[in-house]
C-alpha cells in the first residue's frame, strides 16, 4: 500500500515550496509513496537504488531527477549504502510562466519542461548528472534556498523563487539532446514541442487556457497546435485537457476528503454536474462511486 504525501501539510498556499536535507539508508528507507506537488531530487552523495513506478535504476552523488504528481517511488539499499540528498518540493505555482517569459527564458527550459515527461528509460537511464564545478553551483542554490527558507526573512519568497530560475537554467544548460544522442533520434522537434505542451497544460490544467493563448505561448497557430497535438497523443487540445483533469481528480478524491463540487472546482471546471458526466463518461463511473471503490487514503 502506497503512502500518500499531501502539500497542505507542509506547505503554505501562499509560498508553495519546501526543501530539506536528509539521509536514507538501509535503517531508514522511506515507504512506498506518491505526491502531489513536484519532486526536484539531488543526491549530495553516496549510493543506492531508485525505485519508480515498478522499475528500478541505480542512484549515485550528482544525479538530479523530478518526480511529478502521482507518480509513485522510493529508494531501496544493500548493506553498507547510504545516500544524502536535498528535496525540493513545490506546486508548478511557484515559477508562473509570465515570468519566465518577461525574463526571456522560456525557450531554454528544457530540462524543466520535458525531461520530466520522457519515458521513463531516458529519465533515469540517460539522468542529468552534475560533477564538479556544475555540482558546486547547483548544491550551493540548493542549500541557499535551504538557509532562507529556514530564516524567513523579509523577501525570502521572492530570493528562493529568483534561486529556483537560477538553478533550473543551470540543470537546461546540461541538458541537451545532443548530449543524449539515442533520446535525439527517437524524440523530433515537434515531439518535444508537443511534450512541452503537455506539461504546460499539467501545470496549468486548474486554469481557463484559451487555444489561441496556448498557440500564442508556444509561438505556432491554432491549426498547427491542433494538427501536432492530434497527431502525436490521438486527442484533441481539449480531450487532452479533460484527460489530465480527471487524472487529477482521481488523485484528490483517494487522497482527500473533499467533496465532488470542490474537486471539481480544483481541476478547473465551475459546473459540477457537467464535471460528474465526464469523469463518469472517462471513467466509467461516479466521482463518488470511484472513491468509494479506491478508498479513501489517510492524508500524511
Given amino acids: ?40 531530487v539531488y543526491v549530495v552523495n553516496g549510493e543506492g537504488w531508485h525505485q519508480f513506478e515498478g522499475n528500478e535504476y541505480e542512484i549515485r552523488a550528482g544525479d538530479v531527477f523530478i518526480i511529478n504528481p502521482g507518480e509513485v517511488h522510493t529508494y531501496r539499499f544493500e548493506q553498507g549504502q547510504q545516500i544524502e540528498i536535498i528535496n525540493c518540493l513545490f506546486q508548478p505555482s511557484l515559477i508562473r510562466d509570465t515570468l519566465l517569459r518577461e525574463l526571456e527564458i522560456s525557450q531554454s527550459m528544457d530540462y524543466f519542461y520535458v525531461h520530466p515527461f520522457l519515458n521513463e528509460n531516458e529519465r533515469f537511464n540517460r539522468r542529468l548528472n552534475l ?3 556544475q555540482a558546486a553551483s547547483a548544491l550551493a542554490l540548493f542549500e541557499s534556498m535551504l538557509l532562507e527558507l529556514n530564516a524567513r526573512m523579509p523577501g525570502y519568497s521572492t530570493l528562493i523563487r529568483v534561486k529556483m530560475v537560477e538553478l533550473l537554467i543551470l540543470l537546461s544548460r546540461h541538458y541537451s539532446f545532443l548530449q543524449q544522442p539515442e533520446a535525439s533520434r527517437r524524440v523530433g522537434d515537434s ?17 481557463k487556457i484559451p487555444l489561441s493563448q496556448l498557440a500564442d505561448t508556444f509561438n505556432i497557430s491554432v491549426r498547427q497546435l491542433n494538427r501536432m497535438i492530434k497527431q502525436h497523443t490521438g486527442f484533441s487540445v481539449l480531450d487532452l485537457l479533460h484527460q489530465i483533469r480527471v487524472e487529477r481528480a482521481k488523485q484528490l478524491l483517494v487522497t482527500t476528503d473533499d467533496k465532488v463540487i470542490s474537486v471539481a472546482t480544483a481541476v478547473g471546471y465551475e459546473d459540477p454536474a457537467f464535471f460528474s458526466r465526464l469523469f463518469a463518461r472517462m471513467v466509467g463511473c461516479s466521482p463518488g462511486k470511484y472513491r468509494e471503490s479506491i478508498g479513501y487514503m489517510v492524508k500524511y
Avoid: A, C, W
Fill in 1 to 40: 500500500m502506497k503512502r500518500q504525501l499531501n502539500s497542505r501539510n507542509f506547505m503554505h498556499n501562499e509560498f508553495p515550496f519546501f526543501i530539506h536535507r536528509i539521509r536514507h539508508g538501509v535503517s531508514n528507507t522511506p515507504e512506498m509513496h506518491g505526491h502531489d506537488f513536484v519532486e526536484l
Fill in 131 to 133: 560533477q564538479g564545478s
Fill in 191 to 207: 515531439q518535444v514541442k508537443v511534450l512541452r505542451i503537455k506539461g504546460y497544460l499539467e501545470r496549468n490544467y486548474d486554469q
